[in-house]
Nanobody, 124 residues
Framework: QYHAVESGGGLVQPGGSLRLSCAAS????????IGWFRQAPGKEREGVSC????????YYTDSVKGRFSISRDNTKNTGYLQMNDLRPEDTAVYYC?????????????????WGQGTQVTVSS
């Protein structure tokens, strides 16, 4: 079974930082755009950020610009989401997924190899 594996979530105070990792199980993540999504209770899954496989093109949803940074290490077949200055509204389950095109689409239905998600809770 091919899927992503997320890690790095946890409980953090407002203003704190977390670094999420996305590893690939059974496929080569290097060939795909990596997308990070999140879903809060009672809300739809939303695209947070993506990074293209070759040219490193990135996208961020407006609410995380200047606070989150996406990256990838193709030597490790892994992607990352560095989250700084976290806010309570960032609380959600964060998912990683892969897309065969470039970082131009953040609609969940276009992505595959979804992981189980990692919980991020921002609270004092």
């Amino acid at each position: 079974q091919y899927h992503a594996v997320e890690s790095g979530g946890g409980l953090v105070q407002p203003g704190g930082s977390l670094r999420l990792s996305c590893a690939a199980s059974g496929f080569v993540l290097n060939y795909y755009t990596i997308g990070w999504f999140r879903q809060a209770p009672g809300k739809e899954r939303e695209g947070v950020s993506c990074i293209s496989p070759n040219d490193g093109k990135t996208y961020y949803t407006d609410s995380v610009k200047g606070r989150f940074s996406i990256s990838r290490d193709n030597t490790k077949n892994t992607g990352y989401l560095q989250m700084n200055d976290l806010r309570p509204e960032d609380t959600a389950v964060y998912y990683c997924a892969a897309f065969g095109g470039g970082c131009t689409i953040m609609s969940p239905e276009w992505y595959n190899y979804w992981g189980q998600g990692t919980q991020v809770t921002v609270s004092s």
